[in-house]
């Protein structure tokens, strides 16, 4: 059987690390917005309006960039305030590969299910 492997783009800016791992997790695009939010919501968690004068993005785009953070699961919206997973980089990379391990779990047993069937 064929290793698959999996490789992820990404260039390194010395002057914004941020921007690398943006890009590895596949923000190719408006890196400048979502690493403003971030670095915004690191500091503490806060509501639409808050980060929107915080980070100097306009709500209507705001509330886009959020929803991307949102699927992704970098970022969770309770007590009506937006929220990083994890405070530091090293924690939402660690909260990444923790959902990761568990979808691929959830395929394992899956793909079982299917074996039996065809069985």
């Given at each position: ?33 979502f690493a403003k939010i971030i ?81």
């Amino acid at each position: 059987m064929q290793e698959v492997r999996i490789f992820m783009h990404y260039e390194k800016h010395s002057t914004s690390p941020e921007y690398a791992f943006l890009e590895a997790l596949g923000f190719d695009k408006n890196k400048d917005k979502f690493a403003k939010i971030i670095d915004s919501l690191k500091k503490n968690p806060q509501s639409s309006p808050e980060l929107s004068k915080a980070t100097g993005i306009a709500r209507s785009a705001l509330n886009y960039y959020l929803e991307v953070l949102l699927a992704r699961g970098i970022v969770q919206h309770y007590n009506h305030k937006f929220h990083l997973i994890g405070t530091q980089f090293t924690q939402i990379v660690q909260y990444i590969e923790t959902q990761t391990a568990r979808t691929m779990n959830e395929l394992k047993e899956l793909a079982k299910e299917i074996d039996k069937k065809q069985k």
